[in-house]
């Protein structure tokens, strides 16, 4: 039974597959489609981040896959679509690094509402913005979720000891699935309305796309500072420079971008003093996550061929 890993696993957990499985890893792989689909054919299970596009072209090529396990969770760069047709399954690694997203999202909202970003910048620039440059406790603020699955959920439960009100838009849900955490589902347009920082934990759909544009931070009353570790393209990006230039949110965190890596293009557009944080795609990627995540997955895979 052979294996193929595109992307990085963690080590131990490799180790093991290759007790029972030949395994292959080869990282240049996730971003050389033409080597993949050449090669493709001859394994029964791939291992994937979010990098290798398991599109259809590639799926056409490989006519003894039966696994595909995705070392996290949104499953965009796999065509799940054909994989069902087609009798391949595939395997996220639910919840494994849902409390890594949380935690960054709780930091996120402090660092953001603490002006943190531009009190470093000033600092360094030996400005000593003591008084010119405020700051902003967490305690008493709202925080809106856009999307109350897993790792929603999780930033409802670590906020709480903050002393935050949770509100959170999710129509697929029971309302009463939010009582359960202290979190008021409501209209969207509402928590647009009454939250002071926005985390966005939706998938990417034709639904979510383009979620946060112009017109969406207009509704924003409160000025929020606005959080994004779900998708790049749920945010319209230069709708999101243009409310912060006219101040119709505070900062922003963005750990996901409509391309990635994100292009300099977009990082131009972004000023030094701009109350902004900006990651790689790694809030769920620590290591504790890491470890987490590959087990997760080597087990499945194992289980799921019998091993
Ligand atoms: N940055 C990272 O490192 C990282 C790590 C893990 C997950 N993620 C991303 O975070 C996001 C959330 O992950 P999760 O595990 O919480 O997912 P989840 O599936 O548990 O939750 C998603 C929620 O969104 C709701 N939803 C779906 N479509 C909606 C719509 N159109 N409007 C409103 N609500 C809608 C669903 O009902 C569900 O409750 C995903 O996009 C995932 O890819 C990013």
């Known amino acids: 039974m052979k294996i193929l890993i595109t992307e990085f696993m963690d080590i131990k957990c490799v180790e093991m597959l290759k007790l029972n499985f030949d395994v292959t890893v080869d990282h240049d792989l996730s971003t050389n489609i033409d080597e993949l689909k050449k090669i493709i054919n001859s394994f029964d299970a791939l291992i994937v981040r979010n990098k290798t596009q398991v599109n259809k072209k590639v799926l056409e090529k490989a006519h003894n896959l039966k696994f595909v396990g995705r070392l996290g969770v949104g499953l965009d760069n796999i065509d799940t ?3 069902k047709n087609h009798n391949i399954h595939v395997q996220p690694a639910t919840g494994m690094n849902a409390n890594s997203v949380a935690e960054y999202v709780i930091n996120a909202s402090l660092t953001l509402l603490k002006n943190i970003p531009l009190m470093h910048q000033e600092t360094l620039m030996a400005n000593w913005p003591r008084t010119s440059i405020t700051s902003r406790e967490l305690k008493g603020k709202t925080i809106g979720l856009l999307g109350f699955g897993l790792i929603a959920k999780k930033v409802s439960i670590l906020a709480k000891v903050f002393d935050v009100k949770i509100i959170a838009y999710d129509p697929y ?13 409501h209209d969207i347009n509402d928590v647009f309305r009454m939250s002071d920082i926005i985390s966005i934990h939706l998938p990417l759909n034709e639904d979510t796309r383009n979620l946060l544009n112009y017109s969406a931070f207009k509704k924003m009353l409160k000025h929020p500072v606005i959080i994004n570790s779900s998708r790049g393209s749920i945010v319209n990006e230069e709708d999101l420079i243009r409310a912060y230039d006219e101040k ?7 750990d996901v971008y409509n391309a990635e890596p994100v ?4 990082l131009d557009k972004i000023k030094n003093n701009t109350n902004c944080l900006l990651t790689p795609h790694v809030a769920g990627v620590t290591e504790e996550s890491n470890i ?4 997760f997955i080597a087990n499945a895979v194992k289980e799921f061929f019998n091993l």
């Open 292 to 295: 987490r995540v590959s087990d």
């Open 248 to 254: 119709l949110i505070s900062g922003f965190a963005l």
């Open 173 to 185: 849900l029971d309302p009463s699935v939010g009582n359960q955490f202290d979190t008021k589902l």
């Open 263 to 266: 292009p300099k293009s977009f």
């Open 81 to 83: 679509e054909y994989c």
